[in-house]
């Protein structure tokens, strides 16, 4: 097989993550790009610390964690510590958390992570992603947040799209709903841009629409002539492009979201090609100041 060329990129600057809570002033430095680690799923197949060679190899500094591939939270954050990546985040399944909510934060807290987001809500029943639903999730969220928080991590929801669809009140939709339910001390919001698109929502009507609530973005471009369907969760990878190359105007929404007070920025690629995408997108951002 031929071994992948990689771009060796910069390491950026960044501010520091720890006591930055979305809504506060910019600061004047840029924060890092790290990359959620899912992009190279199939890689860490393979080999997993291969697969962290690649990352470091690719310049990123700081990362976001999609499992432990099957390590200990300690003996993961080892393996990236001893190649220079700072687990900044993690992604946190909703049924661990049902079934053990102190297991999964320490868990994390033993990854070293500062943030720990829940990427899904399970909604495989007839009525899929409902108003029961969302309530509930809510509720969960903010017990959840709070013994996040009671440990010093700040946990937040990665909108996924599905949530998209009308809610209790005229011309919303149930995120908006979930957003009013949940303790803004508890529970922040992760913003997958590539998402919000695709379901036929604004990114930055919603960034301005809650301008405290976010502590993260999700970094991922859309093709121009990629469909849009309300509450969509899902599509095909070709739709998943180069950072810069695509429909979202990527100045003005990073930096808007730094005037907000938004530090933490997470490339993420579901790309079929993710080793030439990664690098082109990096490129892409380092040409850019927010």
Same mark, same amino acid.
Request: glycine fraction near 8%; aromatic fraction near 10%.
């Given at each position: 097989? %031929?071994?992948?060329?990689?771009?060796?990129?910069?390491?950026?600057?960044?501010?520091?993550?720890? =006591?930055?809570?979305?809504?506060?002033?910019?600061?004047? @430095?840029?924060? !890092?790009? =790290?990359? $959620?680690?899912?992009?190279?799923?199939?890689?860490?197949?393979? &080999? %997993?610390?291969?697969?962290?060679?690649?990352? +470091?190899?690719?310049?990123? @500094?700081? *990362?976001? @964690?999609?499992? %432990?591939? =099957?390590?200990?939270? !300690?003996?993961?954050? !080892?393996?990236?510590? !001893?190649r220079g990546l700072k687990p900044v985040a993690a992604h946190v399944q909703y049924g661990a958390m049902e079934a053990d909510v102190a297991k999964v934060v320490a868990e994390i807290k033993a990854l070293g992570a500062t943030y720990a987001f829940c990427p899904w809500i399970p909604h495989d029943g007839p009525a899929g992603f409902d108003a029961a639903l969302a309530a509930k999730a809510a509720a969960n969220f903010n017990t959840w947040g709070a013994a996040f928080r009671a440990a010093g991590?700040?946990?937040?929801?990665? *909108?996924?799209?599905?949530?998209?669809?009308?809610?209790?009140?005229?011309?919303?939709?149930?995120?908006? &709903?979930?957003?009013?339910?949940? &303790?803004?001390?508890?529970?922040?919001? $992760?913003?997958?841009?590539?998402?919000?698109?695709?379901?036929?929502?604004?990114?930055? %009507?919603?960034?301005?629409?809650?301008?405290? +609530?976010?502590?993260?973005?999700?970094?991922?471009?859309?093709?121009?002539?990629?469909? +849009?369907?309300?509450?969509?969760? =899902?599509?095909?990878?070709?739709?998943? *492009?180069?950072?810069? @190359?695509?429909?979202?105007?990527?100045?003005?929404?990073?930096?808007?979201?730094?005037?907000?007070?938004?530090?933490?920025?997470?490339?993420?690629?579901?790309? &079929?090609?993710?080793?030439? $995408?990664?690098?082109?997108?990096?490129?892409?951002?380092?040409?850019?100041?927010?």
């Amino acid at each position: 097989m %031929t071994k992948p060329r990689l771009l060796l990129l910069p390491t950026f600057v960044f501010a520091s993550f720890f =006591g930055a809570g979305a809504g506060c002033s910019r600061v004047e @430095t840029r924060p !890092a790009v =790290g990359l $959620q680690l899912w992009s190279l799923r199939e890689e860490f197949k393979k &080999d %997993t610390m291969r697969a962290l060679d690649l990352v +470091r190899d690719m310049g990123f @500094t700081e *990362v976001e @964690t999609a499992g %432990t591939a =099957g390590m200990s939270a !300690a003996d993961y954050r !080892a393996a990236l510590e !001893a190649r220079g990546l700072k687990p900044v985040a993690a992604h946190v399944q909703y049924g661990a958390m049902e079934a053990d909510v102190a297991k999964v934060v320490a868990e994390i807290k033993a990854l070293g992570a500062t943030y720990a987001f829940c990427p899904w809500i399970p909604h495989d029943g007839p009525a899929g992603f409902d108003a029961a639903l969302a309530a509930k999730a809510a509720a969960n969220f903010n017990t959840w947040g709070a013994a996040f928080r009671a440990a010093g991590i700040r946990f937040g929801y990665h *909108v996924h799209g599905y949530e998209f669809v009308p809610g209790s009140r005229e011309g919303e939709t149930l995120f908006d &709903d979930m957003v009013r339910a949940t &303790d803004p001390q508890a529970v922040e919001f $992760q913003m997958d841009v590539f998402w919000v698109y695709r379901a036929a929502e604004d990114p930055m %009507t919603l960034l301005k629409r809650y301008p405290t +609530r976010w502590a993260s973005i999700h970094i991922k471009d859309i093709r121009k002539e990629a469909e +849009r369907i309300v509450g969509s969760s =899902g599509a095909p990878a070709s739709d998943k *492009v180069v950072i810069g @190359t695509g429909a979202i105007d990527w100045p003005t929404l990073l930096s808007a979201a730094r005037e907000q007070g938004v530090n933490h920025f997470v490339l993420e690629d579901e790309s &079929d090609a993710p080793l030439e $995408q990664i690098p082109a997108s990096m490129r892409y951002l380092g040409g850019l100041e927010f």
